[in-house]
């Protein structure tokens, strides 16, 4: 079993950056792929990016490609999304999630999820 938290999220101006964080209960942190994805309001649930239990791999959505980072520090049982160059449709709550199976943007092949943290570009 393993319990995730966001946080991070916040008001930024259209341009600006964030960095989120999503910390994971367990000893296990290492052995999981970890995932972000986010929703905006009245639309689904979308991949964002994934990377490897080591860190080695990480794989973007082509929208956020060049201004999303992934990353993971597994001595912290955290993973991080840095989000730079933040536009207007970047606005969704964003959630975390651990996986067993590298690489899948499908919401269905990640076991675990956080609660979300909301994230609101305004102009």
């Known amino acids: 079993q393993v319990q995730l938290v966001e946080s991070g999220g916040g008001l930024v101006q259209a341009g600006g950056s964030l960095r989120l964080s999503c910390a994971a209960s367990?000893?296990?942190?290492?052995?999981?792929?970890m995932g972000w994805f986010r929703q905006a309001p009245g639309k689904e649930r979308e991949f964002v990016a994934a990377?490897?239990?080591?860190?080695?791999?990480?794989h973007y959505s082509d929208s956020m490609k060049g201004r999303f980072t992934i990353s993971r520090d597994n001595g912290k049982n955290t993973v991080y999304l840095q989000m730079n160059s933040l536009k207007l449709e970047d606005t969704a709550v964003y959630y975390c999630?651990?996986?067993?199976?590298?690489?899948?943007?499908?919401?269905?092949?990640?076991?675990?999820w956080g609660q979300g943290t909301q994230v609101t570009v305004s102009s």
């Open positions: 990377i490897s239990g080591s860190g080695s791999n990480t």
């Open positions: 367990g000893r296990t942190f290492s052995r999981y792929v």
């Open positions: 999630a651990a996986g067993s199976r590298w690489y899948t943007p499908r919401l269905g092949d990640y076991d675990y």
